[in-house]
């Protein structure tokens, strides 16, 4: 089905301006508020998922939790409106994703521990409130201006069990893709395999088939193999993508690693 037309109202006021995306289960638009005279983003479930209670139900959590949530590098929730059509309303941020900023140009070392700093600052406040991300990847964060910000919360949800696969295959730690037991080091992870493609421009594990999980049988290159990077940048990427959960930094250890450079 066809994503719906410019000027549709889709929630008291917000009125659509351009499809932006459509993913399995949801639409995103470019929109636009009348109460605050302002553009902002629209998510709504697809025509075809309208009487889906499972993608409404994680849609409105998604938007209640972002509305709740406040940080500098979080996107922002203003709405969420449960009916007449299940929509969440966001800010809108005006950069690009950082995949498509890495795979583009050569990101300088600098740029990258400051995207490093403020990407694992919101993970440990996100952790703080009792949440975990769990799809932490370089196109779930957008360089809006001089600050690098998360979004997609969707599948995000307190430590414990998880389904095995539960997140983006390439950029899921190896205890998200066996299924069981996951803690603040799966976000971590998520954050080496950003860090690694400003660095790279490429990720740090690929393959032609999302059921082969090449994470399970191998380890990410060292950085420094592909490109020069100041040992402590280089050191705290390679010490994120480490197989066992234990061995990997928390937040508050890259973000001590990585000040000094941002710097």
Same mark, same amino acid.
């Given at each position: 089905?066809?994503?719906?037309?410019?000027?549709?109202?889709?929630?008291?006021?917000?009125?659509?301006?351009? $499809?932006?995306?459509?993913?399995?289960? &949801? !639409? =995103?638009?470019?929109?636009?508020?009348?109460?605050?005279? *302002?553009?902002?983003? #629209?998510?709504?479930?697809?025509?075809?998922?309208?009487?889906?209670?499972?993608?409404?139900?994680?849609?409105?959590?998604?938007?209640?939790?972002?509305?709740?949530?406040?940080?500098?590098?979080?996107?922002?929730?203003?709405?969420?409106?449960?009916?007449?059509?299940?929509?969440?309303?966001?800010?809108?941020?005006?950069?690009?994703?950082?995949?498509?900023?890495?795979?583009?140009?050569?990101?300088?070392?600098?740029?990258?521990?400051?995207?490093?700093?403020?990407?694992?600052?919101?993970?440990?406040?996100? $952790?703080?409130?009792?949440?975990?991300? &769990? !799809? =932490?990847?370089?196109?779930?964060?957008?360089?809006?201006? *001089?600050?690098?910000? #998360?979004?997609?919360?969707?599948?995000?949800?307190?430590?414990?069990?998880?389904?095995?696969?539960?997140?983006?295959?390439?950029?899921?730690?190896?205890?998200?893709?066996?299924?069981?037991?996951?803690?603040?080091?799966?976000?971590?992870?998520?954050?080496?395999?950003?860090?690694?493609?400003?660095?790279?421009?490429?990720?740090?594990?690929?393959?032609?088939?999302?059921?082969?999980?090449?994470?399970?049988?191998?380890?990410?290159?060292?950085?420094?193999?592909?490109?020069?990077?100041?040992?402590?940048?280089?050191?705290?990427?390679?010490?994120?993508?480490?197989?066992?959960?234990?061995?990997?930094?928390?937040?508050?250890?890259?973000?001590?690693? #990585?000040?000094?450079?941002?710097?």
């Amino acid at each position: 089905m066809r994503p719906l037309g410019p000027g549709r109202e889709v929630a008291p006021g917000v009125r659509v301006l351009a $499809h932006l995306h459509r993913s399995n289960r &949801l !639409d =995103v638009y470019d929109a636009w508020c009348e109460r605050r005279a *302002a553009r902002v983003v #629209l998510k709504t479930p697809r025509p075809d998922h309208l009487n889906d209670s499972r993608t409404i139900r994680a849609l409105l959590r998604e938007g209640r939790l972002l509305k709740r949530l406040s940080h500098p590098n979080l996107v922002r929730a203003y709405a969420v409106h449960p009916s007449p059509r299940p929509a969440v309303v966001l800010e809108t941020l005006g950069g690009e994703t950082l995949e498509h900023i890495a795979r583009r140009r050569r990101i300088a070392a600098g740029q990258i521990a400051v995207a490093g700093v403020q990407l694992a600052s919101a993970l440990r406040y996100l $952790h703080a409130e009792g949440m975990l991300h &769990l !799809d =932490v990847k370089p196109s779930n964060a957008i360089a809006d201006g *001089a600050a690098a910000k #998360l979004i997609d919360l969707s599948i995000a949800r307190p430590p414990g069990r998880v389904p095995a696969g539960r997140g983006t295959w390439c950029n899921m730690a190896p205890e998200q893709v066996r299924g069981g037991v996951v803690a603040p080091a799966a976000d971590v992870w998520g954050l080496g395999t950003v860090l690694f493609e400003m660095a790279t421009g490429e990720s740090p594990f690929t393959g032609d088939d999302e059921h082969e999980y090449p994470q399970l049988h191998r380890r990410a290159e060292p950085v420094r193999t592909l490109r020069r990077l100041p040992r402590p940048l280089a050191d705290a990427i390679d010490a994120s993508l480490e197989p066992a959960p234990g061995h990997r930094p928390t937040p508050d250890e890259l973000i001590d690693a #990585l000040l000094p450079l941002a710097a």
